[in-house]
């Protein structure tokens, strides 16, 4: 058994207790102390409780043992009370090691899909980091467009690495004096996967998407037809037929961008139209150039002939307003134009009349 040793009261008098080597109780960075019980419950003071505690003991460490000394348990508020004293540092966020030519690059987790972060000294970068930079900045946003090209549930553990290997392509670029003949490789090489491997996909969602437009308009279309032409059928002129103006336009749009787009190059994934409209849009658009076109040749505004087609009999037969509507469809890119320039000549012609008859245009 160890010796008995005594430490101060508080009436002055000493009060026996035992002290026990730490390997003997198996906490290895304190000392047991065994006290008597007192009569009155407070004859042990801070100083015993202090004698027990470890030299480097901080407030909130000396907290639950003097609660227990004096015959309590120590509560969450008597612990946090003497804790307030000590200080707490927060960890220090460690600066940005900048590169000499003024960037760094890391990858920043974020809720889809991790993100290149790119930060930039306050230095003037040279031109060639600066187009470096865009580059990877519009690979970036094409790629998180990609997103919408997939299902829902769909994974996306592809686009992920494909950002993964944009930071290092980054890295090798941003972080050198000039990017390097081999950084621009890796990132156009990238590019060039990403076209291959995702550029079917876009495509194919985009043609299904607006196909089914398409075709709801071209059966709506006939539909209308069919009902209101019986009524038209003695008609000095059937204006049902331009129904099938827009029946048969909205099967050329569809054709139209097949037409267009063999081939989707990188730089249009992320959005394959330039005027950026929905395939509904779209559809509504171009069918409603294409009837103001009709309307042109109705009231011989504009006429041509091609082969037997006379465009001043548009209306004359089923066949006729199909195949119009099927070319306005399939030429939707010219006709703003084309409707633009007519626009124009028949406002030049009519302020020309106006000023050779000295009148004016109310």
């Known amino acids: 058994m160890p010796d008995p040793q005594t ?14 080597d730490a390997a003997e ?15 009155n419950g407070n004859e042990v003071n801070g100083a015993a409780i202090a004698a027990a505690a470890p030299e480097n003991a901080n407030a909130a460490d000396m907290a639950a043992p003097a609660a227990a000394a004096q015959g309590g348990v120590a509560s969450g508020q008597d612990i946090g009370a003497a804790a307030q004293g000590a200080a707490v540092t927060e960890p220090e966020e460690k600066p940005l090691d900048f590169a000499k030519s003024g960037f760094v690059v890391t990858r920043r ?70 990017p ?22 876009v495509k194919n969602k985009y043609m299904i998407n607006l196909g089914q437009w398409a ?35 909205m099967m050329g749009a569809w054709l139209s961008f097949g037409i267009r787009n063999i081939k989707i190059p990188f730089e249009n994934l992320g959005g394959l139209e330039a005027d950026l409209m929905t395939p509904p849009v779209r559809l509504v658009f171009t069918g409603l150039l294409s009837l103001v076109l009709t309307a042109l040749f109705v009231v011989q505004i504009v006429t041509f002939k091609i082969g ?14 199909l195949v119009v509507g099927l070319f306005c469809g399939i030429g939707e890119q010219a006709l703003p134009s084309t409707l633009g ?16 008859a000295g009148g004016s245009v109310q």
């Not at 430490?7 to 026990?20: F, L, R, S």
């Not at 009999?313 to 307003?321: D, E, F, M, R």
């Open 308 to 321: 037997t087609l006379d465009t001043t009999a548009i209306l004359s037969s089923v066949q006729v307003a």
């Open 109 to 178: 987790e974020d809720k889809d899909l991790p993100t290149v972060s790119i930060a930039v000294a306050d230095v003037d970068p040279s031109a060639e980091l600066l187009e470096f930079k865009n580059a990877v900045e519009l690979t970036e946003w094409i790629i998180r467009s990609l997103r919408k090209t997939r299902s829902k549930n769909a994974s996306n553990a592809e686009l992920v690495t494909y950002i993964d290997r944009l930071v290092l392509i980054a890295k090798a670029g941003l972080e050198a004096e000039t």
């Open 25 to 39: 109780v198996g906490d290895c960075n304190a000392v047991a102390v065994q006290a008597p019980a007192p009569a």
């Open 215 to 249: 075709a709801g308009s071209f059966v709506a279309g006939f539909m209308v037809y069919f009902i209101i032409s019986p009524y038209l059928i003695d008609a000095e002129t059937d204006y049902s037929k331009l129904l099938l103006v827009w029946s048969g336009t």
């Open 7 to 20: 430490v101060p009261a508080a009436d002055g008098g000493v009060v026996p207790v035992q002290i026990h």
């Open 341 to 356: 320039r007519r626009a124009t000549q028949f406002f030049n012609q009519v302020d020309g009349d106006t000023k050779k």
């Open 180 to 201: 390097s003949k081999a950084a621009w490789s890796a990132l156009r090489d990238l590019q060039k996967y990403i076209e291959y491997v995702e550029g079917p996909g």
